[in-house]
């Protein structure tokens, strides 16, 4: 059995590789899932540490960040609107791929980024922290025209992520890598538990599987 332990249990941005390297020691995992809390920059210093304390790294999520983002900025998004931000959102997974699969990487889990809706996410969670998700509440309104507004969207959705998708599977599957689909715990993100069997039909045979958690 494949006990792994996250690379945000222990950000190396905060305290270095040590601080991780021990949880895993602790928890008795036998490798480390590279989160999207690493850096692009950091996997030169990160991977060595970790293979030198005998730590699999099989797995990771992309797209990463090249290095920190300035304030109210965001990675670009494999789900994005805009073709050239998906564009951009593959290249930076494309790299972290080429950096990772060298030291043992096999799965790579996908974070195709929020999407936009009329409502926003924060809105909706700040009712919810407010306990005001009622049918009579304005934050159950709020919610109620989100699902709404994700379901009218969810075919222009689609068509955004499994472009991306198409051109991941092909890139992944070169170096036999399996991409993991996310299960969107929200309607801000995609794709839904029904898009992902979805896709799973569709891309038969390919080299994808899904994470059952959001």
Do not use: N, Q
């Not at 945000?8 to 590789?17: E, N």
């Not at 040590?18 to 020691?25: F, H, M, Q, S, V």
């Not at 991977?47 to 990675?75: E, F």
């Amino acid at each position: 059995m494949t006990v792994l332990c996250a690379s945000d249990l222990r950000p190396v941005r905060a305290g270095g590789i040590d601080p991780l390297i021990r949880a895993a020691g602790d928890a008795g995992a036998t490798g480390i899932h590279l989160g999207g809390g690493v850096w692009l920059a950091d996997l030169e210093g990160v991977i060595p540490a970790l293979l030198r304390a005998g730590l699999a790294v099989p797995s990771v999520t992309l797209p990463l960040a090249p290095r920190g983002l300035p304030a109210k900025k965001r990675l670009p998004a494999l789900a994005a609107a805009d073709r050239e931000e998906r564009g951009a959102a593959i290249a930076l997974a494309t790299e972290g791929l080429e950096a990772t699969v060298a030291a043992g990487v096999r799965w790579a889990l996908l974070d195709f980024g929020p999407v936009t809706l009329p409502v926003a996410g924060a809105e909706v969670a700040l009712a919810f922290a407010r306990r005001e998700l009622g049918s009579r509440d304005a934050g159950g309104a709020d919610l109620a025209h989100a699902i709404s507004a994700r379901k009218a969207f969810a075919e222009r959705f689609a068509d955004a992520y499994r472009w991306s998708l198409e051109r991941l599977v092909r890139l992944a599957e070169a170096r036999g890598v399996t991409l993991i689909l996310p299960l969107g715990a929200s309607p801000w993100e995609v794709p839904s538990a029904r898009e992902v069997l979805a896709l799973l039909a569709d891309f038969s045979g390919a080299a994808l599987a899904a994470a059952w958690e959001p």
